[in-house]
């Protein structure tokens, strides 16, 4: 029995096919691994890069907005930054490296069949680097000022799954996009640096939300990672608490990632024409 795979114009899905993909679980595994392997492999200093950047982010944050702008803050300003950050950092890396991973897949993406969705999947797994680092120096930040974790912090693992959802579902998006639509390897970057100001990382979203009008504030909580961010927060040091508006940003989370999804089906087999 042939293992070739037979593209029918007729037969679309909405959605990728879950179990195909499942199917091809090793490859994705070795996608995974490669990428993990070879991210800071040609870098002079390797892996302390991974701790160098978000550690220079995180104090450029702390001098603009804890001393600079004065953002008053229920834990250590740094603290408080670094626990925004954290799952920021997962998001963002995703979203960079999703969207031009089929354009830099494009020669095994031409030559062989395998579900191309594997490809922006694998991108969301190597991102827990990123995360796993700020979440170490926060942990340690925590030992250091002497606090401990808020009673909420049972609801910290849905805010990570919240995120990972927010993740997955932009970075599909940008990965479809950008095989049609090259302009979009630029305009990402250009996306990440704004969000990073427009998401509440280094000051609380009420310090955003009270300088707002009442329709503004909706749209600011159309950002995804406002709510993500500020849920996570809260779960770990009970600081301001996620109000109404949360559910903007969680029906936006949905929206990004079944849209996506179904995108992506959509374009999927056309992928190889263009890259």
Do not use: C
């Not at 998001?91 to 062989?112: D, E, L, W």
């Amino acid at each position: 029995m042939s293992n070739k795979k037979i593209i029918d114009a007729s037969s679309k899905k909405v959605f990728p096919d879950l179990k195909e993909i499942f199917r091809y679980k090793d490859l994705f595994y070795t996608l995974t691994w490669r990428d993990f392997r070879v991210r800071y492999a040609q870098t002079t200093i390797g892996f302390l890069w991974a701790i160098l950047q978000p550690v220079v982010t995180l104090l450029i944050l702390t001098l603009v907005f804890g001393r600079f702008v004065g953002v008053e803050t229920k834990v250590p300003h740094i603290l408080f930054t670094v626990a925004g950050m954290s799952i920021w950092s997962y998001f963002s890396y995703v979203m960079i490296n999703s969207g031009s991973s089929i354009i830099a897949s494009q020669g095994m993406v031409k030559k062989i069949y395998f579900p191309r969705l594997i490809i922006p999947m694998s991108k969301a797994i190597v991102g827990f680097i990123d995360f796993g680092i700020s979440l170490l120096i926060m942990v340690v930040l925590m030992i250091y000022f002497g606090i401990s974790p808020s009673s909420n912090i049972w609801y910290a693992p849905l805010f990570i799954i919240m995120g990972i959802f927010a993740a997955l579902g932009v970075g599909i998006w940008l990965s479809a996009l950008t095989v049609r639509y090259r302009d979009f390897q630029h305009v990402v970057p250009f996306m990440v640096q704004i969000g990073l100001y427009i998401t509440p990382i280094a000051y609380p979203a009420e310090f955003a939300v009270q300088k707002l009008p009442d329709w503004a504030a909706t749209i600011y909580y159309l950002n995804p990672m406002a709510g993500v961010v500020q849920g996570f927060r809260w779960s770990m040091f009970g600081s301001e608490a996620p109000g109404d508006l949360i559910y903007v940003s969680i029906g936006i989370i949905v929206l990004i990632f079944i849209s996506g999804m179904a995108y992506f089906s959509k374009v999927e087999d056309e992928m190889s024409d263009y890259v």
